[in-house]
């Protein structure tokens, strides 16, 4: 999931251009909501970006009465986040803390206590178990580091790239059951009861961690704004210059077009995530090798090349993305229109659009 260890302190890229952000790495934005504390009167837009944390880049765009609110606010975003990144990293220590990894190297030995945090979060995966009947698996990590280790060899000497052998990967399978997470809330702890079970949270961590410095970040004072975390983007009241929704522009997945953005969607209060197999991969005899892996065939999921899904909540957006590209489409219907208020577009391998019921009225035409 995560690699780099080294932070910057956010630096704030001010500016006072008052045109619509195009936030676009899976998607970007602009949001609706009459509260009278979005007035714009005395308030500017503002933008910063950092780098690293999770990963990826980060951009906040939102409304302050003055360059110093806004780097406060930047500021908590950036410093709550990388304390997300560090306790759900699966590579690296820290020093003084138990993260994700700390809990993998215990696998089978001794529970671990942890920041609340990683309960909370290791319940809320639980639940979207649960809810994707199985498909987004956060204790699938055993299959899934022997498909990391290929592709990062793959990536590195192209030449000799290859595809794991399946009785490897059959054999990791056999310590994938999410009930072997142990939960001792009362201790705050977390014990992996099989040795060779890990965890892999990246389907999920990064919009989780988005849902909750949003709420930091509202909780904080900003009343108009977007948060988008690689993409992952979480959209605060509405936009208090226009009165009206955010505009968020879905990125096309074919990368050598022109036309960066593929659809521009108008979302108020709500989260935009995108999977897709255009990213993350790696190239064997000249296929692509994407990084979402089918918790059935135990390769990757050639249903779609990306699936968009709409919600309030960024952690359940993030879980959806992940399920539904791995599902064929009528089952991920059947399990998007089983959720209040979960919108999501699928973009076929020939290039062709489906959608959920809804999701067609939140395009800007």
Request: net charge negative; with cysteine.
């Amino acid at each position: 999931m995560f690699k780099l260890n080294k932070f910057k302190k956010v630096i704030s890229i001010v500016t006072i251009i008052m045109l619509m952000v195009s936030l676009t790495a899976c998607t970007s934005a602009e949001n609706n909501n009459t509260d009278d504390k979005n007035n714009t009167k005395n308030k500017t837009r503002y933008e910063s970006e950092f780098l690293e944390l999770f990963d990826t880049v980060t951009r906040i765009v939102g409304f302050a009465e003055s360059e110093a609110e806004f780097k406060e606010y930047s500021q908590i975003i950036y410093d709550n986040l990388k304390e997300y990144h560090e306790l759900y990293d699966i590579y690296n220590d820290y020093e003084g803390i138990n993260n994700i990894k700390t809990i993998n190297d215990n696998a089978g030995i001794q529970p671990i206590k942890v920041d609340q945090k990683i309960i909370d979060l290791l319940k809320f995966c639980k639940e979207a178990y649960n809810i994707t009947n199985g498909k987004t698996n956060i204790a699938f990590g055993s299959v899934l580091k022997i498909w990391h280790d290929y592709r990062d060899e793959g990536i590195s000497d192209p030449e000799n790239a290859k595809l794991p052998d399946i009785k490897d990967l059959e054999k990791a399978s056999k310590h994938t059951d999410i009930n072997n997470i142990i939960i001792d809330e009362t201790n705050s702890t977390v014990f992996l009861k099989d040795p060779d079970m890990r965890l892999d949270v990246g389907a999920v961590a990064k919009g989780y961690a988005t849902e909750q410095i949003s709420k930091i970040a509202k909780e904080s004072g900003l009343t108009s704004g977007l948060i988008s975390v690689g993409g992952n983007v979480r959209a605060i009241s509405q936009n208090s210059e226009t009165k009206a929704p955010w505009n968020v522009g879905i990125q096309n997945p074919d990368t050598q077009s022109e036309n960066q953005v593929l659809k521009v969607v108008r979302i108020n209060d709500m989260s935009l995530v995108t999977s897709g197999d255009y990213e993350r991969y790696y190239t064997v005899n000249g296929k692509q090798y994407n990084h979402i892996i089918d918790t059935e065939t135990l390769f990757p999921a050639e249903y779609f090349t990306s699936v968009s899904i709409i919600i309030q909540d960024s952690g359940l957006a993030d879980a959806l993305s992940t399920a539904l590209f791995d599902m064929p489409f009528e089952e991920g219907l059947e399990l998007i229109n089983s959720i209040p208020d979960a919108e999501a577009m699928w973009i076929l391998k020939d290039g062709t659009f489906k959608y959920s019921e809804g999701f067609e009225k939140l395009i800007k035409n």
